[in-house]
């Protein structure tokens, strides 16, 4: 009879270890919250600027979350949120009800620290609820934040330039570009485009940038009518996380009548020169 009711048991045992009885594997007789996902806006949290955390909630329980809320407490390590402040409402958020096996969304909004370092923060939070008895359920939760390095490199030329106003040639626009973060960054190269406009050289390679480094990019521009010009300038590097990062700055590039004839001789040999003299043609 011992051995039989021995038998039983095991069979019990491996019925339970494998999940094969009804009911054993299901859904928890309460609310049961958890953090499905998170999402930020911008994607790319940088020090210095605002940006909105997105939580799903999900309510894995049998039981509707009642009377739900959820508090951001602080930095893991920390006494407080550290290089994070609340934007806003502050750092309570409450949703009325998440049914059984739903879900909802906070947004929750933030600001980065400018002194805060590239890496990654584990942001502890507590999660509160009430099954609709009002016995009280706490979820303790950490979400980590990813803090990317700001952009590090700069364009550093004017928004409207007008040709000939640079004494070195009467057709030549020249900027510079640098490197005010705090790390190195590497395959920096700069390109530039205009609609109607020939820009002469339009790339330029210029690698590694140390911190603080900074170099210029000059061009010739040659169009044939006067005007305004839109140009665009393209600046692309690897950050210090081998992140690829690319700028743009619009300029306005004012060609006046005067400077036509500079820009378009500029690409004239001397053969088609003289024949210009000798047929007067654009004299």
């Known amino acids: 009879m011992k051995a039989k009711v021995t038998l039983v048991t095991l069979i019990m045992t491996l019925l339970l270890f494998f999940g094969i009885i009804p009911g054993v594997l299901a859904a928890p007789e309460q609310p049961l919250l958890q953090i499905s996902s998170v999402s930020f806006s911008p994607e790319t949290v940088s020090p210095g600027k605002e940006f909105k955390m997105t939580l799903t909630l999900m309510n894995y329980g049998d039981y509707n979350a009642h009377n739900v809320t959820l508090d951001v407490l602080s930095m893991a390590g920390a006494p407080d949120l550290g290089v994070f402040s609340m934007v806003g409402s502050g750092s309570h958020f409450y949703i009325d009800e998440i049914l059984s096996g739903e879900s909802a969304t906070i947004e ?108 210029n990019f000059a061009t010739a521009v040659t169009t044939d009518k006067p005007g305004e010009y839109l140009g665009i300038i393209t600046l692309k590097y690897l950050d210090s996380f081998n992140n690829e990062r690319s700028i743009q700055k619009n300029i306005t590039l004012v060609v006046p ?10 690409n004239d040999n001397g053969f088609q020169q003289f024949l210009k003299i000798l047929f007067g043609i654009g004299a």
């Open 257 to 266: 009548d005067d400077q036509i004839n500079t820009t378009a001789k500029a």
């Open 108 to 215: 929750i909004p933030m600001v980065a620290s400018p002194s805060a370092e590239a890496k990654n923060y584990n942001l502890n939070l507590n999660l509160y609820c009430e099954n609709s008895g009002g016995t009280p359920y706490e979820f303790p939760e950490t979400v980590g934040i990813f803090v990317n390095e700001s952009n590090s490199m700069a364009i550093v030329a004017p928004d409207r330039y007008t040709i000939g106003s640079n004494e070195k040639k009467d057709n030549q626009f020249e900027f510079e570009i640098a490197n005010f973060g705090a790390n190195p960054v590497r395959g920096v190269q700069i390109s530039i485009a205009g609609e109607g406009l020939t820009l002469t050289p339009n790339y330029q390679y210029y690698g590694t940038f140390e911190k603080d480094d900074n170099d």
